[in-house]
Structures are given as structure tokens and as C-alpha cells.
């Protein structure tokens, strides 16, 4: 059997080993027989030195001490990395790096877990059943997609309910200034007294519109006076709520106003 050439980085007749993590290789033939080739770590170069160190996954220590006689063997380097003679003997470029190692390589194609608890592989083939649970920590992207879309749903659900608050608002705003406007033409009323502080304290006793609405807040009767108890004097003072189901003409406001306007007055008014 003819002798294997000889390759740079390497001419001692002892077999040689590599530095890489994971690489066995020890000698000058592979298993395929293709020849492989021993070179040296760039020693003198620190910074090239340290980038193949990460890629390698190695760091300098106690039981790694690289000298010039350390040496990584031709598997780790793409071909283009290598400059071949006539004679067969290769050397290493100026720019070369090692790029191939055992964590680096194509690993086999991972099974995913389908939204029936099932295993299925790549190609599509059925494998055993497991529950949905022990897969949890590998969600398959249909149900990534999915749960993304149903944030982004909540998200423009908040949005529509903002929108659908401020037309609320605008809608309270226009009804009450139609209502206001309607008072202003009919019955007499707090809304034609109350820029003026000297008719309201006329009429209430208090000293500006402002204090008559702090204490009606402080009374509390509701929004559409549904705390507001009714004496009846037809039937022996008995008390009653007022019935939602039939609205009156007067506002809370007003029914205050006027409440106040009887106690203090007698219902006269100021001309």
C-alpha cells in the first residue's frame, strides 16, 4: 500500500491529535480514506488566536496550554480555506478560520407536537401519541401565530372601547346641552340663575352656584335621583322612591333648586 503524503503542520511519524473539543481524530487517514492534514494554532498572532479560541468553544487554562507543537486537524476548515501545491501539500490561507465542528453540523430534523397532542415529524408521519402538556415546551408555530393574533385582538378590543367611551361622553355632553337649552325656554329653572351669584343666593342661600352643586353632590341623589326618598302627604306621609320607568320633567338639579327656593321663599320670585 502506497505511503499517504505528508501535510503541512504536522511531519512528526507520531500520530497526531487535535486540539477540538469532540474531535477525536488522531493519524493522517479518515475512515473514508481521505487523507487529513495537522496544522498549527496561530501563535503569534493574539487576536486571531483568541476569535479561533471561541470558535473552537476553548479557553486557555490549567489543562489547556497551546504552544506551537498544538495542532487542529484539516476536518474543522471548509476547502476554500486551504491552498493546495502541485505536489498535493496544503497549506492554510492568511484568513482562514475553522468553521466545522461537532456542534456545528446538520442535527436531524425535530419532531413537533400538533394541536391534538400528536407527534409528527417533518414528513408529515404519525408517530405516538402524547399528551399536549409534556410538549409544552416546544409550541408549534401555528399556535405562536395564533396566540400573537388573539394579543393583538385584546389590543384593538382597548382601542375600540377607549373610542367607544369618549362618544359616550360626547353623547352625555350634547344631551345635556339640549337639555339645558330646553330649560332655558320653558320653566324657571337654576340654569337662568346660576352665572348670576346674587340670584342664586336669592333664591338657594348660597353664596354661589358652586356651593349649591358641592352640597347636591354631598347629598348624593343619584344620577337620575334614584336615592331621593318622596314624602307623600296624600297618603299620611308615606315614603317612596322614585320609579325609573317614568322619567319627570325636572332634573335632580332642579328638584333641589326648587326645594330650596319653597323653604326659602315660598316659591316667590325675585322681579
Known sequence: MAK???FRGNTNKSKASCCVPLCT?????????????????????????????????????????PTKHTKICSRHFKETAFLVTKQGRRFLKANAEPSIFEWTKDKPQR???????EITS??????????????????????????????RLKAELEVQKEA???????RDYIKTQWQESKRETGHFCMAKIRSS????????????????????EVLNP???????????????????????????????EDEFFLVLCRLRLGFSQRI
Request: net charge positive; charged share 30%; aromatic share 10%.
Open 4 to 6: 499517504p503524503k505528508e
Open 25 to 65: 481524530k488522531t493519524g493522517y487517514v479518515m475512515e473514508d480514506g481521505r487523507q487529513v492534514s495537522f496544522h498549527s494554532l496561530p501563535i503569534d498572532n493574539s487576536e486571531r488566536l483568541k476569535k479561533w479560541f471561541v470558535l473552537m468553544r476553548r479557553d486557555p487554562g490549567p489543562l489547556f496550554k
Open 111 to 117: 419532531r413537533r407536537l400538533d394541536r391534538k397532542g
Open 122 to 151: 417533518q414528513s408529515g408521519l404519525q408517530s405516538d401519541k402524547i399528551p399536549s402538556s409534556s410538549g409544552a415546551h416546544n409550541i408549534p408555530n401555528d399556535q405562536e401565530i395564533l396566540q400573537q393574533e388573539i394579543i
Open 164 to 170: 367607544a367611551k369618549l362618544f359616550q361622553k360626547e
Open 197 to 216: 351669584d346674587k340670584l342664586v343666593s336669592f333664591y338657594t342661600g348660597f353664596p354661589s352656584y358652586f356651593e349649591f352643586s358641592q352640597c347636591l
Open 222 to 252: 343619584g344620577e337620575n335621583g334614584e336615592n331621593i326618598i318622596y314624602i307623600d302627604s296624600k297618603n299620611k306621609g308615606a315614603q317612596k322612591k322614585r320609579q325609573p320607568s317614568k322619567p319627570k320633567r325636572l332634573t335632580v
